[in-house]
Every structure is written in structure tokens, then in C-alpha cells.
């Protein structure tokens, strides 16, 4: 399609064909590739003291950072491949500039790589950053979903960012502890039918969502803590023994995700801000 557009609008050379445009493609990415300056490990440079000599800066920069894994393509032979690539995409929103008339739409900028093939993934994102104006007296934050790759390439880009764990990625897994738990709803009530006052599995989720949203991850892991002793314990009798219960499936894959919670929010506990009060 590409070939046979250049071809309707430029006046080129019929011979002009798919395999030429991919390798002049090819060659220019390639040229870009080598202006791209060193990797290094630590961006921030300067005093603090040279912060205050620093012109006014334009609004703040958001960043939003998050990391898929996918899954190369079938063999000849239509088999799945187990060749698996992790990619992170990202885009940087520039809230205004300060020369800028008003009613100027914000300024935005996406980028993309693929962690086992970019050598420079890190001077990607600030290179990026730079061309949008970024100053080291600039407020920028960098929203990321948690994962220790889509984390640390951030890290030691600019002197006072603040590294937020998104709200989407804790409320998407208390979602599916939300799907797993009404599903046992009824076998919870008869579970606990000795103990009136105990709360039902759905409203103790919506306590550690609670206490996520304003910040209070050490809250959150009691609740996720109790909750996970109470279905440890789903074919346990009274007196502790073992004994086999309706919903012990269920109960045992909700285990698993409120394990992977518990995992995660220790995990980014450093990252979990008060999303209720920003």
C-alpha cells in the first residue's frame, strides 16, 4: 500500500518497489538509531543549588509507562511458538507550554521498544522527554503498571519525579477477586454461618480497595492477609479438621489471586500514593 501510494503522488521510478521502500525504511531507522547518544545508567546531572538558576519551566510532564508480553507468530506448520518478547509502550503529555497562546492542546509523544532488542531503552525515554522540554525544575511523574522492567527504566531520569503505581492496575486485580467472590457468596454465608457478625467476602474486598485508594497499603495487606487465612482455612471444621467443603475449586483459585495481590501491593508499596486525595 505504501509502495503504490508513493508511486500515485511522487514522480518516481516504476521499479520503485516493496522491497525498496522497506530497505530505504531500513536505512533511515537505522541512521536515527546511531544519533542516538550513549545508554547510561544515571541521567540526572548538576547541583541542586543550580535548580533555583533554572528559567520557569513549562507545565508538568505525565508519563505513562506499561509493559505487555507477546507471543511471536504460528510456525509454518500453524503450531504455537513458545518465543515470547515483552514490549513497553508509553506516552509523555506535556500540559502546556508557557509561550503558548491559550486553548493550545496539550503536547503528547509516544514511544515503544522491545526490552531484548533495545540497547538503549533507557536514553529512548529521555530523549524523548527532552524533546518535549523536560528541565530538571520540571514537575514529572511517571505512571507505570508495576512491573520491575516497565519500573526501572524511569529510574534516574530527572532529580524530583515521582513514581505512582496506576490506579487501573491495583483496581483491575480487586476486580477479578470481586468476579471470584460472588461466585462463592453463597458458600461463604454457610461457611461462616456460626459467626453472624463476620462480613461477606465482597465487602472485605471493597475495604482493601478502600484502603488502596487512600494510600493505606498496610491496611490493604492485613485485610488481603485475613481474607487468604479465612479460604486457607475453607476445609477446615471447627475443630480444625480437614474436611472436604462445597466451592473448595473456587475458593483455592481465589487464594491464588489474593496471594498475587498480597505479592504485588509488597512489592509496590513504595510506589502507592493517595489516589483519593490527588
Not at 533511515?28 to 546511531?34: D, F, I, L, T, V
Not at 511458538?81 to 503558548?100: P, T
Not at 483496581?171 to 477477586?177: D, E, G, N, S, Y
Request: aromatic share 6%; glycine share 8%; proline share 4%.
Amino acid at each position: 500500500m505504501t509502495t503504490e501510494l508513493l508511486h500515485e503522488v511522487l514522480p518516481i521510478d516504476q521499479k520503485h518497489s516493496v522491497s525498496t521502500v522497506r530497505n530505504h525504511t531500513l536505512r533511515a531507522a537505522k541512521r536515527k538509531e546511531q544519533m542516538l547518544g550513549d545508554e547510561q545508567a544515571i541521567y540526572i546531572e548538576g547541583a541542586p543549588a543550580e535548580l533555583s538558576r533554572l528559567p520557569i519551566p513549562d507545565g508538568p510532564l505525565t508519563v505513562g509507562l506499561d509493559g505487555g508480553i507477546v507471543r511471536a507468530r504460528r510456525g509454518t506448520n500453524g503450531d504455537q511458538s513458545g518465543n515470547l518478547f515483552e514490549v513497553i509502550a508509553g506516552k509523555s503529555i506535556l500540559s502546556f507550554r508557557r509561550n503558548d497562546p491559550e486553548g493550545t492542546a496539550s503536547s503528547s509523544k509516544c514511544f515503544a521498544l522491545v526490552r531484548s532488542v533495545d540497547k538503549k531503552p533507557k536514553r529512548r525515554l529521555f530523549e524523548l522527554l527532552q524533546a518535549q522540554g523536560m528541565q530538571a525544575n520540571q514537575r514529572v511523574s511517571f505512571f507505570s503498571d508495576g512491573g520491575d522492567t516497565v519500573r526501572q527504566l524511569p529510574a534516574l531520569l530527572h532529580p524530583a519525579a515521582e513514581h505512582i503505581l496506576d490506579w487501573f492496575h491495583c483496581t483491575m486485580r480487586i476486580t477479578v477477586l470481586q468476579q471470584c467472590a460472588r461466585g462463592l457468596e453463597q458458600q461463604w454465608s454457610a461457611h461462616v454461618a456460626h459467626d453472624p457478625e463476620e462480613e461477606s467476602l465482597e465487602r472485605r474486598l471493597e475495604s482493601v480497595k478502600h484502603y488502596l485508594w487512600h494510600g493505606n497499603s498496610g491496611k490493604a495487606l492485613e485485610q488481603l492477609r485475613w481474607i487468604g487465612d479465612d479460604l486457607d482455612g475453607w476445609d477446615s471444621d471447627q475443630e480444625g479438621e480437614h474436611k472436604l467443603q462445597v466451592g473448595s475449586e473456587g475458593a483455592a483459585r481465589m487464594l491464588k489471586y489474593v496471594r498475587e495481590l498480597e505479592t504485588y501491593i509488597s512489592n509496590n508499596a513504595g510506589y502507592i500514593v493517595n489516589y483519593g486525595e490527588r
